[in-house]
């Protein structure tokens, strides 16, 4: 009990942040202050910091160790009742469990299961590393849209976070927008105030939502295998 008011009161303080975190990108949208000493290699530094972010998560789904893993097949545990009765095993599979329970988390191609959130972010991870190369290194010029583009990021931000209660399409499609929202709100920043500092503030804001989305997934699982019914299941010991 104890563990679980804990991850409550956790959950509850990230997701109070992160949409104090919106709010603030909105305020400076509105009302961009005046930045003066602008630094002409300002682009090229936010431009590098967040490629790496975006290679490090594409990387990252394809991490054993990470729960964004495109699921190979490999067996890690198995969930087994108590009954002598025979019955077929249910087998972790990366992070999801083949009891059914995760059916709108995946889809299968072929042989193989793909989480459908972690394909989204793989995808929306290198469609961003395109719109930051393009902007940050190749100078696209979105003079006069930086508005539109920060509220179409704050709505893909919003969009992908509370995506847990759909399907796996709209899923996948929630985390790829996710990821582009993310890359929009820094660009429409970047071209509205001309800052270091704010550009390195929204860098490190959308790492704080990225980190809110893999906890609300994390308790998202849990819930669904609290009302799992399988004896000794070593996935929610």
Request: aromatic content about 12%; hydrophobic content about 50%.
């Amino acid at each position: 009990m104890v563990q679980q008011h804990t991850i409550r009161w956790d959950i509850k303080y990230k997701i109070l942040v992160s949409i104090t975190g919106l709010l603030v990108i909105v305020a400076l949208t509105v009302f961009p202050p005046t930045v003066t000493g602008d630094f002409s290699w300002r682009k090229t530094v936010i431009g590098l910091v967040f490629s790496i972010f975006c290679s490090s998560g594409v990387l990252a789904v394809f991490s054993p160790s990470n729960c964004g893993k495109i699921i190979e097949g490999k067996k890690q545990s198995v969930i087994s009742d108590s009954s002598s009765a025979p019955k077929e095993a249910v087998v972790l599979l990366g992070h999801h469990p083949t009891c059914g329970k995760f059916f709108a988390h995946t889809f299968q191609i072929g042989n193989k299961t793909f989480c459908a959130a972690c394909i989204g972010l793989l995808l929306g991870g290198l469609l961003a590393l395109v719109g930051t190369v393009g902007y940050f290194f190749c100078n696209w010029n979105i003079t006069g849209h930086s508005v539109t583009i920060v509220l179409l990021g704050v709505f893909g931000i919003v969009f992908g976070l509370f995506q847990f209660k759909f399907n796996k399409v709209f899923r996948l499609f929630a985390n790829t927008v996710f990821v582009l929202g993310a890359l929009l709100i820094l660009i429409g920043i970047d071209e509205l105030i001309h800052s270091l500092f704010f550009d390195l503030f929204v860098v490190s804001v959308i790492a704080f939502w990225l980190f809110t989305r893999i906890s609300l997934s994390q308790v998202d699982h849990e819930l669904i295998c609290s009302g799992c019914e399988a004896a000794n299941c070593s996935v929610r010991a």
